[in-house]
């Protein structure tokens, strides 16, 4: 019998039209209807939080094949004995690369620049820099790990790490644990959150956190949403004391009429970080063997859940 395959582009679906596999088309965003009978499913993390249970609801369910890093969303309506892996190694490099676009294109107020180019106004004018800027990364996983090796050119005076788990990288710098930092927040320049969404870091950036940075500082989120207080980040915006370069916010999609879009100060992009041909090449080519290798009963990278 062949292995059933839900799949949210065409072009996998094309790409697995093989021996032994049935390729379905199913986006768990933009179909009505919930999926077929399925044994594996292939999936983007749905927009719209509501559709994450279509999950469950998935008959003959074995395998769940994740096309982002992120998977604590599909923890809760993973049924059991279904393993789950993820498109770890495929997404960091774009991530990475949008997230030193916020970083440069804040600092060096490039929104505000293009304004002055839409009203043909020759202004020159002072920014801040990544050169000498004291940098706090929050993250050093993948995706961590790229951003600090793509600001490290770019001559900060200190870039700290952290994570949840204090240790020295392989590389041979600290990464200090979260509880740590306390002591290096009231002097960074540049925040950067890189975490995942977990219980110990939901709205890790809340009002404390917040009103412990100095003025001017600037912070970046293109981790999760929730880690940052949406609601105790506005104030500070709107007040003009601090900078935001926001690649994911809570709530996600942001509303219309959400005060966080009049804020000038605020760069905000809409969970674009990883959209990239490049991204889209790597993770189809992983998705594609991923399957291949459940069908021949093979050894699955980035085992989440076996």
């Given at each position: 019998?062949?292995?059933?395959?839900?799949?949210?582009?065409?072009?996998?679906?094309?790409?697995?039209?093989?021996?032994?596999?049935?390729?379905?088309?199913?986006?768990?965003?933009?179909?009505?209807?919930?999926?077929?009978?399925?044994?594996?499913?292939?999936?983007?993390?749905?927009?719209?939080?509501?559709?994450?249970?279509?999950?469950?609801?998935?008959?003959?369910?074995?395998?769940?094949?994740?096309?982002?890093?992120?998977?604590?969303?599909?923890?809760?309506?993973?049924?059991?004995?279904?393993?789950?892996?993820?498109?770890?190694?495929?997404?960091?490099?774009?991530?990475?690369?949008?997230?030193?676009?916020?970083?440069?294109?804040?600092?060096?107020?490039?929104?505000?620049?293009?304004?002055?180019?839409?009203?043909?106004?020759?202004?020159?004018?002072?920014?801040?820099?990544?050169?000498?800027?004291?940098?706090?990364?929050?993250?050093?996983?993948?995706?961590?790990?790229?951003?600090?090796?793509?600001?490290?050119?770019?001559?900060?005076?200190?870039?700290?790490?952290?994570?949840?788990?204090?240790?020295?990288?392989?590389?041979?710098?600290?990464?200090?644990?979260?509880?740590?930092?306390?002591?290096?927040?009231?002097?960074?320049?540049?925040?950067?959150?890189?975490?995942?969404?977990?219980?110990?870091?939901?709205?890790?950036?809340?009002?404390?956190?917040?009103?412990?940075?100095?003025?001017?500082?600037?912070?970046?989120?293109?981790?999760?949403?929730?880690?940052?207080?949406?609601?105790?980040?506005?104030?500070?915006?709107?007040?003009?004391?601090?900078?935001?370069?926001?690649?994911v916010i809570d709530p996600e999609p942001l509303p219309a009429n959400h005060a966080l879009w009049s804020a000038s100060n605020c760069?905000?992009?809409?969970?674009?970080?990883?959209?990239?041909?490049?991204?889209?090449?790597?993770?189809?080519?992983?998705?594609?063997?991923?399957?291949?290798?459940?069908?021949?009963?093979?050894?699955?990278?980035?085992?989440?859940?076996?």
């Amino acid at each position: 019998m062949a292995l059933r395959v839900l799949l949210p582009w065409q072009d996998l679906v094309d790409r697995l039209d093989l021996p032994g596999i049935e390729p379905i088309h199913w986006h768990i965003d933009n179909d009505s209807n919930d999926a077929p009978p399925a044994d594996v499913l292939v999936t983007e993390r749905p927009s719209n939080t509501e559709l994450r249970s279509r999950v469950s609801r998935i008959k003959g369910l074995k395998h769940v094949h994740l096309l982002s890093i992120g998977y604590e969303w599909v923890l809760e309506h993973l049924p059991e004995q279904v393993s789950l892996t993820n498109s770890e190694g495929a997404v960091e490099d774009a991530t990475a690369e949008h997230c030193l676009a916020l970083v440069l294109a804040s600092l060096r107020q490039l929104p505000q620049v293009g304004q002055q180019q839409r009203d043909r106004q020759w202004t020159r004018t002072w920014t801040g820099s990544l050169h000498g800027s004291r940098v706090v990364l929050l993250g050093a996983g993948g995706v961590g790990g790229e951003i600090r090796a793509r600001l490290l050119p770019f001559k900060p005076a200190e870039l700290t790490s952290f994570a949840r788990t204090e240790r020295v990288h392989e590389q041979g710098y600290p990464i200090y644990s979260l509880d740590r930092l306390w002591a290096f927040v009231p002097t960074a320049d540049v925040v950067i959150v890189a975490l995942p969404h977990t219980p110990e870091t939901e709205q890790l950036i809340d009002a404390e956190f917040l009103s412990a940075m100095k003025g001017g500082a600037l912070l970046v989120n293109v981790g999760r949403g929730p880690i940052v207080d949406t609601e105790a980040l506005l104030p500070e915006l709107l007040a003009g004391r601090l900078h935001a370069a926001l690649d994911v916010i809570d709530p996600e999609p942001l509303p219309a009429n959400h005060a966080l879009w009049s804020a000038s100060n605020c760069i905000i992009t809409p969970h674009m970080a990883g959209d990239t041909g490049q991204f889209i090449s790597l993770v189809s080519d992983l998705a594609v063997n991923q399957v291949i290798a459940f069908a021949h009963s093979e050894e699955l990278a980035n085992q989440i859940i076996n």
